[in-house]
């Protein structure tokens, strides 16, 4: 069978070294490039070409070979609570297996209609001896970032009244202003002069009629 994997690929592995006999170990460091949008988009993650390390235990079992390891990275996103750019150090485990193309005829135990196992399509595969762990290292990244990203724990976030960073001015306040006056206040500012003085003269007039019929 041609593979389909790319042995060039970092992020392929080969597992002949390993063979086929159940209880082989093999345990490989790399350090590799992240790939394109690793993370969730739009909220945190690892930017693309960014060292990440990969820590990995190859386990020759019955069906295939049994894959668990770490990978650390750097990742970046934006606090959500002030909108400040942040860095954090994420860790991520997993662990998955590859089963041989043959594991159904090595003794893999076949799920029963309706059980919750999973579909044979969302099981991995090796290809002539390789495996690619990209989508096993994306799933574990995403689990591993938090849906919620803050630069610190007590982060006070924005005023809502003018959007400033409260951290950088503790003290930062606006004064209450009661909204009954509000509108008193509001409405004496949008008169015009010209109506102010029309206001004052029916006021001086009136006056005057009220002091000659008191005479």
Known sequence: MNARLDHRNPLVFDTHELGRRPGA??????????????????????????????????????????????ARARAEGECVRCLEPLQLDVEADFQELFSYPDADDRGRVIAEPGDDAEDDEDRFHLEDGLFDLEPVLRDAVVLALPMQPVCQEDCPGLCSECGERLADDPDHHHDAVDIRWAALQGLAGTMSDGEKDEMSGDATRSARVDEKQEK
């Open 25 to 70: 170990l093999q345990r490989l460091t790399r350090t590799v490039d992240a790939p394109r949008d690793l993370g969730i988009q739009g909220v945190v993650g690892v930017p693309q070409g960014t060292p990440v390390e990969l820590e990995l235990r190859l386990e020759s079992v019955m069906e295939g070979v049994l894959v668990t390891g770490t």
